[in-house]
C-alpha cells in the first residue's frame, strides 16, 4: 500500500487538539507531527485544512440482520456497516444473541459468517439467553480464545432472551470470575407484561400505549436491579441505552461508590421525546424502540449525564425496520410492532450538531462518547479510538460548516424511514479512512464487501473516573 500523508487537519482526540499532519502506511499511523514530509513520489497528499480530525467513531451497540419477532431488522452486515462508513463509524459492536438451546460458539460461527460482508470492521458481544453449566463453561472460551469479554443480558423479554434473576447473578458471577464486563438491557420484563396486558384488556392497543407500557419506573427497577446483582457478583457492568433521569441518578450514586458501572444513551433519547407517539398509529410506528422515548424533561438530564461523565457513550441500538411492512404489519396490538430504529449513520452529525454546536458538551467529549471511550470500555483501545502512532488509521475528516437535511430518500441506511427525518445537521464526514484507505469521499462509500475484519478485543478493568 502507499504512503497517504494529511497535510493542515486540527487533530481532535479525547484529551487533545492540535493542529498537525498525519503518515498513514501499511494500515496503521506511522507518524504524526507538523510538517511532515512525503516519504516517496508515490505518496498520496489529503488537504484537510478547515477540516476536524477524529479517530473513526465507533458504535458499541448495533443489530444488523437481526431475526425479531417473524422479521429481521432491515440494514444486513453490508448496507449498515456501508451507512456507518459514510456516517465517520469505522467500527461497529453487534450481537451474538443464540437461541436457547443453542451452543454460543455455534451461534457466534453463524454470526461471523453473516457478518462477513462488512465493510467495517466489527465485534460482538454474547447476549446470553439461557443459563447452565455449558454455558458457563463456553463463556470463558469466548473470553480467552474469541476476543469476546462482553456478555449481553436482557431484563426484558423473558419469553425469548431475558433471563430470571437466578441466571442473572449466575451470568454475573462468571462474569466477574473471568475479569470479563456484563451489559444489561434494563427493563423489568415481568412489568412490561403486567402492564402491556393490562393495556390490551382496556382497549388500548394503539402504538402510543407501547409508551405506557413501559414507563420510566420500569427502566429504574431494573437498573437498580443489575446494579444490585453487579455489586453483590463484583461483576463490571455497562447498561445500554439508558433513557431516564431516575435511571442516570442511581447510576451516578454506583458510580459515586466507586463501582465499576458504566452507561451508554442512544441519539433518540437526547432528541426526540414521547411526543412523537401522538401521531397517527401508522406514523407513531416508527418511533417505538425499547426503552421508548421519554416526556421531554428527561433529555436535559441525559446532557448532563453526558456532560458530567455519568454516561461514557452514545451508542445507537441500530435496529431498523420499514415501516412499510415490517413496522406496519399489525397496527392493532403493539406488542407486535417490531422494536428498533435506525441511526448508525446519523450518530456523528446528530452528536455534533445538537451536542458540540450547541455547547452540551466539548468538541473532546464528542470524542470521547463515540470513540475513545467505547474502544477503552470494550478492549479496543488504542488501536482504535485514538489517533496515535501505532493505531489502526481509522480516520474521519470532519468538516463543520457542511450542512445537510436529514431524509429517508436520501439516507444509506435501508430503511423507508427515519425518525430524524428533516433535521437540520451541521458537520458531516468529508472523507473518512479505514484501516489506511479511504472508504468514503463525495458523498460515496467506496468501501469494497467483505473489507471488515472482525476484531478479537481484550479484557478490561477500568473504573469511570478512568474516562473522564
Ligand atoms: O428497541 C430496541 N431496542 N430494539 C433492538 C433490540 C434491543 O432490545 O436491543
Ligand atoms: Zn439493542
Same mark, same amino acid.
Given at each position: 500500500?502507499?504512503?497517504?500523508?494529511?497535510? &493542515?487537519?486540527?487533530?481532535?482526540?479525547?484529551?487533545?487538539?492540535?493542529?498537525?499532519?498525519?503518515?498513514?502506511?501499511?494500515?496503521?499511523?506511522?507518524?504524526?507531527?507538523?510538517?511532515?514530509?512525503?516519504?516517496?513520489?508515490?505518496?498520496?497528499?489529503?488537504?484537510?485544512?478547515?477540516?476536524?480530525?477524529?479517530?473513526?467513531? %465507533?458504535?458499541?451497540?448495533?443489530?444488523?440482520?437481526?431475526?425479531?419477532?417473524?422479521?429481521?431488522?432491515?440494514?444486513?452486515?453490508?448496507?449498515?456497516?456501508?451507512?456507518?462508513?459514510?456516517?465517520?463509524?469505522? +467500527?461497529?459492536?453487534?450481537?451474538? *444473541?443464540?437461541?436457547?438451546?443453542? =451452543?454460543?460458539?455455534?451461534?457466534?460461527?453463524?454470526?461471523?459468517?453473516?457478518?462477513?460482508?462488512?465493510?467495517?470492521?466489527?465485534?460482538?458481544?454474547?447476549?446470553?439467553?439461557?443459563?447452565?453449566?455449558?454455558?458457563?463453561?463456553?463463556?470463558?472460551?469466548?473470553?480467552?480464545?474469541?476476543?469476546?469479554?462482553?456478555?449481553?443480558? @436482557?431484563?426484558? @423479554?423473558?419469553?425469548?432472551?431475558?433471563?430470571?434473576?437466578?441466571?442473572?447473578?449466575?451470568?454475573?458471577?462468571?462474569?466477574?470470575?473471568?475479569?470479563?464486563?456484563?451489559?444489561?438491557?434494563?427493563? #423489568?420484563?415481568?412489568?412490561?407484561?403486567?402492564?402491556?396486558?393490562?393495556?390490551?384488556?382496556?382497549?388500548?392497543?394503539?402504538?402510543?400505549?407501547?409508551?405506557?407500557?413501559?414507563?420510566?419506573?420500569?427502566?429504574?427497577?431494573?437498573?437498580?436491579?443489575?446494579? !444490585?446483582?453487579?455489586?453483590? +457478583?463484583?461483576?463490571?457492568? @455497562?447498561?445500554?441505552?439508558?433513557?431516564?433521569?431516575?435511571?442516570?441518578?442511581? %447510576?451516578? /450514586?454506583?458510580?459515586?461508590?466507586?463501582? =465499576?458501572?458504566?452507561?451508554?444513551?442512544?441519539? #433518540?433519547?437526547?432528541?426526540?421525546?414521547?411526543?412523537? @407517539?401522538?401521531?397517527?398509529?401508522?406514523?407513531?410506528?416508527?418511533?417505538?424502540?425499547?426503552?421508548?422515548?421519554?416526556?421531554?424533561?428527561?433529555?436535559?438530564?441525559?446532557?448532563?449525564?453526558?456532560? $458530567?461523565?455519568?454516561?461514557?457513550?452514545?451508542? +445507537?441500538?441500530?435496529?431498523?425496520?420499514?415501516?412499510?411492512?415490517?413496522?406496519?404489519?399489525?397496527?392493532?396490538?403493539?406488542?407486535?410492532?417490531? $422494536?428498533?430504529?435506525?441511526?448508525?449513520? $446519523?450518530?456523528?452529525?446528530?452528536?455534533?450538531?445538537?451536542?458540540?454546536? /450547541?455547547?452540551?458538551?466539548?468538541?473532546?467529549?464528542?470524542?470521547?462518547?463515540?470513540?475513545? &471511550?467505547?474502544?477503552?470500555?470494550?478492549?479496543?483501545?488504542?488501536?482504535?479510538?485514538?489517533?496515535?502512532?501505532?493505531?489502526?488509521?481509522?480516520?474521519?475528516?470532519?468538516?463543520?460548516?457542511?450542512?445537510?437535511?436529514?431524509?429517508?430518500?436520501?439516507?444509506?441506511?435501508?430503511?423507508?424511514? !427515519?425518525?430524524?427525518?428533516?433535521?437540520?445537521?451541521?458537520?458531516?464526514?468529508?472523507?473518512?479512512?479505514?484501516?489506511?484507505?479511504?472508504?468514503?469521499?463525495?458523498?460515496?462509500? *467506496?468501501?469494497?464487501?467483505?473489507?471488515?475484519?472482525?476484531?478479537?478485543?481484550?479484557? *478490561? &478493568?477500568?473504573? =469511570?473516573?478512568?474516562? &473522564?
Amino acid at each position: 500500500m502507499a504512503f497517504l500523508l494529511i497535510k &493542515n487537519g486540527q487533530i481532535v482526540t479525547d484529551s487533545d487538539s492540535f493542529q498537525g499532519d498525519i503518515l498513514i502506511d501499511d494500515g496503521k499511523i506511522q507518524a504524526i507531527g507538523r510538517e511532515l514530509e512525503k516519504p516517496d513520489l508515490k505518496t498520496q497528499v489529503l488537504d484537510a485544512s478547515g477540516l476536524l480530525i477524529f479517530p473513526g467513531g %465507533i458504535d458499541p451497540h448495533v443489530h444488523m440482520e437481526l431475526p425479531v419477532a417473524g422479521t429481521v431488522s432491515s440494514d444486513d452486515f453490508e448496507s449498515g456497516t456501508r451507512a456507518a462508513l459514510a456516517g465517520g463509524t469505522t +467500527t461497529i459492536i453487534d450481537f451474538v *444473541t443464540p437461541e436457547r438451546g443453542q =451452543p454460543l460458539l455455534e451461534a457466534l460461527q453463524g454470526r461471523k459468517e453473516l457478518a462477513g460482508k462488512s465493510v467495517c470492521d466489527y465485534g460482538f458481544h454474547m447476549s446470553l439467553t439461557a443459563w447452565n453449566e455449558t454455558i458457563r463453561r463456553e463463556m470463558e472460551t469466548c473470553v480467552r480464545e474469541e476476543g469476546i469479554p462482553s456478555f449481553k443480558v @436482557y431484563l426484558a @423479554y423473558k419469553e425469548t432472551v431475558g433471563l430470571e434473576d437466578r441466571d442473572l447473578i449466575a451470568v454475573m458471577d462468571t462474569a466477574a470470575r473471568l475479569g470479563a464486563l456484563v451489559t444489561a438491557h434494563c427493563e #423489568h420484563g415481568d412489568l412490561v407484561t403486567y402492564l402491556s396486558k393490562k393495556l390490551l384488556a382496556a382497549g388500548r392497543t394503539e402504538p402510543r400505549s407501547h409508551a405506557l407500557s413501559r414507563p420510566p419506573e420500569v427502566e429504574r427497577e431494573a437498573v437498580v436491579r443489575a446494579l !444490585t446483582f453487579a455489586k453483590l +457478583t463484583g461483576a463490571q457492568l @455497562y447498561i445500554v441505552h439508558v433513557s431516564t433521569k431516575e435511571a442516570v441518578r442511581e %447510576i451516578a /450514586r454506583a458510580q459515586a461508590k466507586g463501582r =465499576p458501572v458504566f452507561a451508554e444513551t442512544c441519539p #433518540h433519547y437526547l432528541l426526540l421525546d414521547a411526543r412523537e @407517539y401522538d401521531r397517527s398509529p401508522a406514523a407513531a410506528a416508527a418511533y417505538i424502540m425499547s426503552p421508548p422515548l421519554r416526556p421531554p424533561e428527561h433529555k436535559a438530564a441525559l446532557w448532563d449525564a453526558l456532560k $458530567n461523565g455519568t454516561l461514557q457513550t452514545v451508542g +445507537t441500538d441500530h435496529c431498523p425496520f420499514n415501516l412499510k411492512g415490517q413496522k406496519d404489519r399489525d397496527l392493532s396490538d403493539f406488542t407486535k410492532i417490531p $422494536n428498533g430504529v435506525a441511526g448508525v449513520e $446519523n450518530r456523528l452529525e446528530l452528536l455534533f450538531t445538537a451536542g458540540v454546536l /450547541r455547547k452540551h458538551i466539548s468538541l473532546r467529549q464528542f470524542v470521547r462518547v463515540t470513540s475513545a &471511550n467505547p474502544a477503552k470500555i470494550f478492549g479496543l483501545f488504542p488501536r482504535k479510538g485514538s489517533v496515535s502512532v501505532g493505531a489502526d488509521a481509522d480516520l474521519v475528516l470532519w468538516n463543520p460548516a457542511a450542512q445537510e437535511i436529514i431524509s429517508a430518500e436520501t439516507q444509506k441506511q435501508r430503511c423507508d424511514t !427515519t425518525i430524524y427525518e428533516g433535521f437540520k445537521i451541521r458537520g458531516k464526514p468529508e472523507t473518512v479512512i479505514a484501516k489506511g484507505h479511504i472508504v468514503f469521499e463525495k458523498g460515496e462509500v *467506496t468501501a469494497e464487501r467483505g473489507a471488515g475484519r472482525y476484531l478479537y478485543r481484550q479484557k *478490561t &478493568n477500568l473504573l =469511570p473516573s478512568d474516562l &473522564n
